[in-house]
């Protein structure tokens, strides 16, 4: 059973601050991981893949990638309230398309 | 260019009922995956499709079951509907059939089964 975990918080940081958000992965084998961001009543919205062990930035977010420890990050730099949502990490294992979620981590940005 | 739409945006069906959602992919896009995501189980892979043939099942009964056309529009249906098939069920297209990249997802449908 492919397993991706994330701690469902809330997290709460005040606006301007750095949110970490954090996942584990438990197939070794997995080969891309992807954070999405996701409204409430809204659908998943892509924010960053990556699938090379380091660091990929993208304006105000970056990826952080580390397979030996089987983990995965992403740093808000400078957060806003309206960061406030669920972020989801998603990996990519085998063949095809497929892609385990953890259960999603619940950020709050307070202004 | 148009995203990825899901009909219809809401249903709801009685138990027993069966029911056939819709998906329209990204022009271009060939890989089309379903989800249902519900508030306990979070989002879930039903199955994928690729150039008309499903490449890849979850773990899901045989009441849920899906198919592509030639323009990578998709179809899901879900027979005997049963009260826990409440959920929102997301479609997701991606284009490239061995792909690094992440899936775009559609708006959704959300099935309430009373």
């Known amino acids: 059973q492919k397993e991706v975990e994330q701690n469902s918080g809330p997290l709460s940081v005040p606006e301007g601050a750095i949110a970490s958000l954090n996942c584990t992965y438990s197939?070794?084998?997995?080969?891309?991981f992807f954070w999405y961001r996701q409204y409430s009543g809204k659908s998943p919205e892509l924010i960053m893949f990556?699938?090379?062990?380091g660091d990929k930035e993208d304006g105000r977010f970056t990826a952080q990638l580390n397979k030996a420890s089987q983990y995965v990050s992403l740093l808000i730099r400078d957060s806003q309230p309206s960061d406030s949502a669920t972020y989801l990490c998603a990996v990519k294992s085998g063949a095809g398309n497929m892609l385990t979620f953890g259960g999603g981590t619940r950020l709050m940005v307070k202004p | 260019k148009a995203g990825v739409t899901q009909t219809p945006r809401y249903l709801i069906k009685t138990r027993g009922q069966q029911v056939t959602l819709s998906c329209s992919p990204i022009?271009?896009?060939?890989?089309v995956s379903w989800y249902q995501q519900t508030p306990g189980q979070g989002l879930q892979f039903l199955f994928e499709y690729f150039s008309e043939t499903q490449r890849n099942k979850g773990n899901f009964p045989g009441r849920f079951s899906g198919r592509q056309f030639s323009n990578s529009r998709s179809e899901m249906n879900v027979s005997t509907l049963e009260l826990g098939d409440s959920a929102l069920y997301l479609c997701?297209?991606?284009?490239?059939?061995?792909?690094?990249?992440?899936?775009?997802f559609g708006s959704g449908t959300r099935l309430t089964v009373v």
């Open positions: 997701a297209s991606s284009s490239s059939g061995a792909t690094n990249y992440g899936y775009t």
């Open positions: 197939d070794r084998g997995s080969q891309s």
């Open positions: 990556i699938y090379s062990n």
């Open positions: 022009s271009g896009h060939r890989s």
